[in-house]
């Protein structure tokens, strides 16, 4: 008798097959856009084979092993979005002074060259048998398993990223920790829509789970500051005398990540001190 397939494991075929597409169209031309669909996908492709680490607990790097292979990848698609993300905010920057910033806009561009030059690389250089054996090793790790396992592991994933922010979130929260903040929140809301996909009850009430996402939507704007700060201090840091109108904006950056921070510092304390009682 043949061993039946988990649920889960349709749901990562079917976002494996997208991913797969899309990695095709970049093997033909890098944009901005397929790259952070795919981008997209690899996180919920990561995110299951966490899952099927923890089901399978005995194997502690399997999470590991399904998904090494598509690191490097992922780690372009992020240098693309968050590129991308840099560049919205010079537009934001010029239609709001009407300066122009020409040796950063070209410095940007030859970032992005750079970064769309790796992507294509790698997305040219790969084959898809790596896709078609992380399918084959996902399905093999995801036979036979009930529906009571994966709704315990993933009841127990949230429950890791929630006792790691809990350990982070100390007063003042430092720019790694709002990174990590952003990345568990993202974590826990595609954990629970799974469990909502799968036909499992949610983990929080419907209140607590809009609080979840609303913080981290209003992580975005502290992540698009921080990203522009960073970028931006690269570009001064190579200059041997700076203009005004740089210094001006680099202040106000800086400013803005500061209010930034005090609002998601109170945020976060306020959800965890709801999610912990």
């Not at 910033?101 to 997305?123: H, N, P, V």
């Not at 896709?131 to 529906?147: L, R, V």
């Not at 522009?228 to 200059?239: D, I, N, P, R």
């Amino acid at each position: 008798m043949p061993v039946k397939t988990s649920p889960v494991f349709h749901i990562f075929e079917q976002q494996h097959q997208e991913a797969k597409v899309l990695f095709l169209v970049l093997g033909k031309q890098v944009k901005s856009k397929k790259a952070i669909e795919l981008q997209t996908k690899l996180e919920f492709l990561e995110l299951f084979t966490d899952l099927m680490e923890k089901i399978h607990f005995e194997n502690q790097s399997l999470g590991h092993e399904l998904f090494r292979p598509f690191k490097p990848l992922k780690k372009a698609l992020r240098k693309t979005h968050h590129l991308k993300l840099v560049e919205r905010n010079l537009r934001a920057r010029v239609e709001k002074t009407d300066l122009v910033y020409d040796s950063y806009a070209e410095y940007l561009a030859i970032q992005k060259r750079k970064i769309q030059k790796e992507t294509f690389d790698l997305a040219v250089g790969g084959t898809l048998k790596i896709w078609e054996d992380f399918k084959a090793s996902a399905q093999i790790s995801s036979k036979g398993i009930k529906p009571l396992t994966i709704n315990t592991a993933i009841n127990q994933l949230v429950q890791d990223e929630l006792i790691s922010m809990n350990r982070e979130l100390k007063i003042p929260i430092h720019s790694q920790g709002f990174r990590d903040l952003f990345e568990s929140l993202r974590k826990i809301i595609m954990l629970e829509n799974l469990l909502i996909q799968l036909g499992f009850n949610p983990i929080f009430v419907s209140a607590i789970h809009e609080e979840i996402t609303q913080l981290k939507e209003n992580l975005k704007p502290w992540y698009s500051n921080h990203l522009a700060f960073q970028t931006l201090s690269g570009f001064l840091a190579e200059k041997t005398s700076i203009s005004k109108k740089y210094m001006d904006w680099i202040k106000e950056l800086k400013e803005e990540k500061k209010s930034l921070s005090s609002e998601i510092e109170k945020q976060a304390f306020a959800m965890m001190s709801k999610i912990l009682v």
